[in-house]
Every structure is written in C-alpha cells, then in structure tokens.
T-cell receptor
C-alpha cells in the first residue's frame, strides 16, 4: 500500500532553473495539497486541489504553479527557482473536500536552490 | 481565519517521564483538530484526531489529547515517554467543507536517558 508517493526525494537546482515535483496517491482521494516546510515555520500551504479539475491558491503560492493531472496525480512546478524556494515540500491527500478527514502525507522532497 | 499556536518550540523530557505538548487554536466554529508526528527525514504521521463527541481522544503509540473548548486548546499527553518518541509534533486545525488543514509551527521533543 503505497499511499502518497513523491518524486524526486532530493533535488539541487541552480537559480533560474525550472523543475516539476510529482505526487501520486493510490487511495482514491478527492483532495490533494502541496505544503512547504521551513525551520521554525511549520507547514505552509502552497496550493490545493479540492477535486479533479480544480486548484486554489494557499498561503504562499507565489513562484509556483500546479496541475491536477487526474484524480491520482498533482504536480507542483517551479518555473524559475530562487534560493528562497529552498525547502522541504510535502504532498498530501484527503478523502473528502476539506478537512473532515485527516490528510495523508508523502515522504517529502528536499529541494535546494543554489 | 484559522490559526494554530504551539507555544513551545523545543521540549526536553527524561525517558519515563510524562509529557504534555500544548496547542491553542483560533477558529469561529467547531474545529476539527489533529496531532501529527514527524520523525527526522520522514513525512507526517497522524497520531490522533478530534471531530466531535468525547473530548478525550486516544491515539496511536500511547498518546492522548483533550479538547477544551473554553480554553481553545487541544493538548497532547503521554504518561511515560520512550526514547523513540523523540520527533517533531504538529498540531493542526481544519473545518467542514473545502478547507485545507492549518498547521502550527511545531514542537521538537528531545528525550534524554
């Protein structure tokens, strides 16, 4: 039972480079989320998708784009990476729209922008 | 807007001692409350959750939490801490409807012999 799978696990980018973080869940969940985790800041929501075909901005969306490719997959794209985007990125999913059930998290992607 | 405050950034306890991690939330209606644990280099694992009903909820690994509406709190407790409990703990609040979880900044727990 894989749950939420994120790729890659580690990545180093140069400033200005682009990349896409991939996320897939096999729990048939409707909602998916991207958070970033920085020391002392907890988890902050970047974007979320309440259902297939919809996406919404979270607390810190600037510099990111997302695509809900299908019900299983939700990708996060950095078009022009900046050192401020050095962080650990977590994808999560939940069974219903909103938070009436818990979110399940992937193992994270540790991104360094130099 | 929803918010979560975890007043303690870092707590150190002795193995076998009791533990209480504090969490205060701000939300206008009845909140859905969660505690997650994160071991180094890992993702977040759900410890327990509160939606309604009994205000004392039991979770995995011997943890429990109590919802106190009058204090807007949802503190996490464990009677006897084990070395393997050393990790970072996050409190989160959610709501019915299309609202993602809002997390506190976390409390790092260290366990000493």
């Amino acid at each position: 039972n894989a749950g939420v799978t994120q790729t890659p696990k580690f990545q180093v980018l140069k400033t200005g480079q682009s990349m896409t973080l991939q996320c897939a869940q096999d729990m048939n969940h409707n909602s998916m989320y991207w958070y970033r985790q920085d020391p002392g800041m907890g988890l902050r929501l970047i974007y979320y998708s309440a259902s297939e075909g919809t996406t919404d901005k979270g607390e810190v969306p600037n510099g990111y784009n997302v695509s809900r490719l299908n019900k299983r997959e939700f990708s996060l794209r950095l078009e022009s990476a900046a050192p401020s985007q050095t962080s650990v990125y977590f994808c999560a999913s939940s069974a219903t729209q909103g938070a009436s059930t818990e979110a399940f998290f992937g193992q994270g992607t540790r991104l360094t922008v130099v | 807007a929803q918010s979560v405050t975890q007043p303690d950034i870092h707590i150190t306890v002795s193995e076998g001692a009791s533990l209480e991690l504090r969490c205060n939330y701000s939300y206008g209606a009845t909140p859905y409350l969660f505690w997650y644990v994160q071991s180094p280099g890992q993702g977040l694992q759900l410890l327990l959750k509160y939606f309604s009903g009994d205000t004392l909820v039991q979770g995995i690994k011997g943890f429990e939490a109590e919802f106190k509406r009058s204090q807007s709190s949802f503190n996490l407790r464990k009677p006897s801490v084990h070395w393997s409990d050393a990790a970072e703990y996050f409190c989160a609040v959610g709501a019915r409807g299309n609202t993602p979880l809002v997390f506190g900044k976390g409390t790092r727990l260290s366990v000493i012999a």
